[in-house]
Nanobody, 115 residues
């Protein structure tokens, strides 16, 4: 059924960049909005960004101007381009969507920003 698989995490120095990917299957990807969440170490999961089925986007204030969410419906894939990374961005990043009032989550991919 619904399956979400993240990739692209890794270790990077402050100021560096990473691109995360989320490959989706089990539903009509083009008809649903998609979300990125993250869980910093020792903190609760928090919303990061979403992209509507039509392409509109929303970001939390702390990542505006640095992160870009996008989607490629032909590849059933959502992306998160992260630039000017800070230590505070260190977290496990999760792909998420809601179908029939149920949340679906990927396994998560770890991003570590340190010098």
């Amino acid at each position: 059924q619904v399956q979400l698989v993240e990739s692209g995490g890794g270790s990077v120095q402050p100021g560096g960049s990473l691109r995360l990917s989320c490959v989706a299957s089990g539903f009509d990807f083009s008809e649903y909005g998609m979300n990125w969440y993250r869980r910093p170490p020792g903190k609760e999961r928090e919303f990061v960004a979403y992209i509507r089925r039509g392409g509109g986007t929303k970001y939390i204030d702390s990542v505006k101007g640095r992160f870009t969410i996008s989607r490629d419906n032909a590849k059933n894939t959502m992306y998160l381009e992260m630039n000017s990374l800070k230590a505070e961005d260190t977290a496990v990043y999760y792909c998420n969507m809601n179908l029939d009032y149920t949340d679906y989550w990927g396994e998560g991919t770890l991003v570590t920003v340190s010098s």
